[in-house]
């Protein structure tokens, strides 16, 4: 068989995954927070771009109406022409001078400016003195303050309660070591070894640091923790010290056992528990703590004066940007042939942001719309009446694909009458019904086993098996290990151990 070369023509089909495709699918899965971040680096980055600043209008919003697909102005479209065109300065360059940027400001405006300087001199007096904002008392930096964290508060008390040196050595290491919870994961042995002293006086240095504000810091041991916290409180005695050694029957809660091995009957059992709970198991945590970001919601869902959904976006939450067409045509002109393949470059990225954008926001009401369609009970009754949808539903409704719609719910929420709720909440698996009647929710069928277990009376504690019956009377087809996993999941304790808990504090 004789190998030779030669060329051949095919045909194919190939999904090629382009720069500008890969931003519009990421920009889908990003949260609220994160593509606001995401548009203020394209801000930075790309010249021709700008924040839309005029107000957003009011009632059904797409969230995309207010961001236009395209620049419409005629000053971009002639620029674009002119640089398609070829109709550059080759010797020109791209800086501008405030008078080209702010060409068309009016001279009252200017007047202002001026009158604010005025009046920022005649402020200057109030003062006492000549002094302007640019000085060091009134820097921004003076303005800001941080939180101090767990490391530099024990810091602090150890300059003041260690006066030897090398024990500010050894202490300042050991500090490095404490967690954000505030406890030391180190043996004592091993410290001494890195260190190259002896255990028993990295013993005797812990508990000094050990006497430190938050009490229960430089514990190893939550048993330790606890006991360092009850023994400021005076509350440590022989039976509180069992208790603290046998946390594993406290979370069991076999109160029978404890009050065997404390020696102490049920009412001085619940006093000592309960000045368990007043106890901190975590105590580095006061410190340092980061501010808790609050859910922003994306979409509002509102019952219409119909008795309809109107489903709308939360505008305040979709960035609005559009393309710079005055500094767009202003470059054209003195545009060199360098130059010219950079603005083609921004021109098409700036216009590719502002249309993602846009079908980004569309997308999310598509699917918001639909899945407002398909649980229409559960905004209208309750969790009960939460139906089993899955993401193909969703995507076959709307004529997407999973994928997409998997993109869109991904850390995007919905903030109705009965609370704000992740929009993959909706998304829950089916329980069969029993005499194959209409499938239950997995989330409706676990509100049922917790509004079961919360009616109980401590004469009439529900066993895993009575719960499946009651389910199976109520049409729910389900098997004593899901109601089990189920029940752990919401982290309600054993038939077992509710009995216990119910008959003492009957």
Same mark, same amino acid.
């Given at each position: #068989?004789? @190998?030779?070369?030669?060329?051949? /023509? !095919?045909?194919?089909?190939?999904? =090629? ?15 609220? +927070?994160?593509?606001?971040?995401? @548009? ?10 700008? !924040? ?36 550059? $300065? ?13 060409? %068309? ?5 200017? =007047? ?13 007096? =109030? ?8 000085? $060091? ?37 050991? &500090? ?8 030391? *994961? ?15 006086? &990295?013993? $005797? ?20 923790? /606890? ?12 039976? #509180? ?17 404890? #009050? ?30 980061? @501010? ?10 509102? %019952? ?15 960035? *609005? ?42 997308? &999310? ?20 009446? /939460? ?10 409704? +709307? ?8 993109? =869109? ?43 079961? +277990? ?6 009439? @504690?529900?066993?895993?098996? *009575? ?8 049409? &729910?087809? +389900? ?8 029940? %752990? ?9 509710? *009995? ?7």
């Amino acid at each position: #068989m004789a @190998v030779a070369q030669r060329l051949e /023509l !095919r045909q194919g089909q190939s999904l =090629v995954m382009t720069p500008q495709l890969q931003q519009a699918i990421k920009l889908l899965q990003l949260s609220n +927070i994160e593509l606001n971040a995401f @548009v203020e680096q394209e801000l930075e980055r790309n010249p021709l771009l700008e !924040r839309d600043e005029s107000p957003s209008r009011d009632g059904g919003d797409t969230g995309g109406e207010d961001t236009p697909a395209t620049p419409a102005s005629e000053e971009v479209l002639a620029a674009d022409a002119k640089m398609s065109d070829g109709e550059v $300065s080759a010797d020109s360059t791209l800086d501008a001078d405030l008078s080209n940027v702010y060409g %068309e400001d009016s001279r009252a405006e200017l =007047v202002g400016v001026q009158g604010l300087e005025s009046e920022a001199g005649a402020w200057a007096n =109030v003062r006492g003195g000549g002094g302007s904002f640019d000085d $060091s008392e009134f820097g921004l930096e003076n303005t800001l303050t941080q939180e101090r964290t767990l490391r530099e508060h024990l810091t602090e008390q150890m300059q003041v309660a260690l006066k030897d040196t090398r024990q500010r050595l050894i202490g300042a290491y050991i &500090i490095d070591l404490v967690d954000e919870a505030g406890y030391l *994961r180190t043996d004592s042995d091993v410290i001494a070894e890195r260190l190259g002293c002896e255990a028993a006086e &990295i013993e $005797s240095l812990i508990a000094v640091l050990q006497s430190f504000e938050p009490t229960g810091v430089f514990a190893r041991t939550l048993a330790e923790c /606890l006991a360092l916290q009850l023994k400021e409180r005076d509350r440590l005695d022989p039976a #509180m010290a069992i208790l603290v050694q046998h946390l594993e029957l406290v979370a069991r809660r076999d109160h029978a056992q404890l #009050m065997r091995l404390c020696g102490v009957d049920s009412e001085d059992l619940t006093e000592m528990l309960s000045d368990l709970r007043r106890c901190n198991p975590k105590p580095g945590l006061i410190f340092g703590s980061e @501010v808790v970001q609050p859910v922003i919601p994306d979409v509002f869902v509102r %019952e219409g004066p119909d008795g309809a959904w109107i489903i709308e976006l939360n505008t305040e939450t979709l960035p *609005r940007v559009l393309v710079n067409g005055r500094y767009l045509a202003q470059v054209s002109k003195s545009a060199s042939r360098e130059d010219k393949t950079y603005i083609t470059e921004c021109l098409n990225n700036a216009n590719w942001l502002v249309k993602s954008l846009d079908q980004r926001a569309r997308t &999310i009401l598509k699917v918001s719309t639909e899945i407002v369609r398909q649980q229409d009970a559960f905004f209208a009754h309750g969790i009960q009446h /939460l139906r089993p949808l899955n993401l193909r539903t969703i995507a076959d409704a +709307i004529s997407m694909h999973e994928s997409t719609v998997s993109r =869109v719910t991904a850390n995007k929420y919905l903030a109705t009458s009965r609370g704000v709720f992740e929009l993959k909440y909706f998304f829950t698996s089916s329980i069969a019904a029993v005499e194959g009647g209409e499938a239950h929710s997995a989330a409706a069928v676990r509100h049922r086993i917790k509004t079961l +277990i919360d009616a109980e009376t401590a004469d009439s @504690v529900l066993s895993d098996d *009575r719960i499946v019956e009651l389910l199976r009377e109520a049409g &729910i087809d +389900i098997a004593r290990r899901t109601v089990a996993k189920y029940r %752990e999941a919401m982290r309600i304790p054993s038939s077992v151990q509710r *009995r216990r808990t119910k008959s003492l504090s009957a």
